[in-house]
């Protein structure tokens, strides 16, 4: 149950999947994204969609934490180690003023077989 790679493969191909990524876990509104995700997973699935995906750079251990505490039993969490992925499409910032070093930016999109079909960013995606 500890840290695991898992390549995009592994998320994605022959998937359609929804991802969306926070800065950080147990900060205001990242507390307030993950119920809300979560409440529309079973939406999401009636539409087709195989998985849910939360990410974000905090370490597995805290994220389970942060899922516990949020109730988002219905979300699969999954840590973006070292902003790997949202590093390489220029999706970060730097934190290290609040102590938090490098984090993803808040974003979410739909992705079918690894293509993404849909992309979202909020308006301040690095807000906390």
């Known amino acids: 149950d500890g840290p695991a790679k898992v390549s995009t493969d592994d998320l994605f191909k022959n998937k359609k999947v929804v991802l969306f990524a926070f800065p950080a876990a147990f900060t205001g509104t990242c507390a307030n994204q993950l119920p809300s995700f979560n409440a529309k997973v079973d939406d999401f699935k009636k539409k087709g969609v195989d998985a849910v995906y939360g990410m974000s750079v905090d370490n597995v251990f805290a994220l389970k934490a942060f899922q516990k505490e949020t109730g988002a039993d219905k979300l699969q969490l999954i840590q973006d180690f070292n902003s790997e992925l949202s ?4 999706k ?5 003023g609040k102590g938090l070093g490098v984090r993803t ?3 979410s999109l739909y992705a079918e077989n ?5 992309y979202f960013e909020e308006e301040n995606p ?3």
Do not use: C
Request: aromatic fraction near 10%.
């Open 114 to 118: 690894g293509e993404i079909k849909q």
């Open 126 to 128: 690095g807000t906390m």
């Open 105 to 107: 930016t808040r974003y």
């Open 87 to 90: 590093g390489s499409v220029g």
């Open 92 to 96: 970060t910032f730097d934190g290290s």
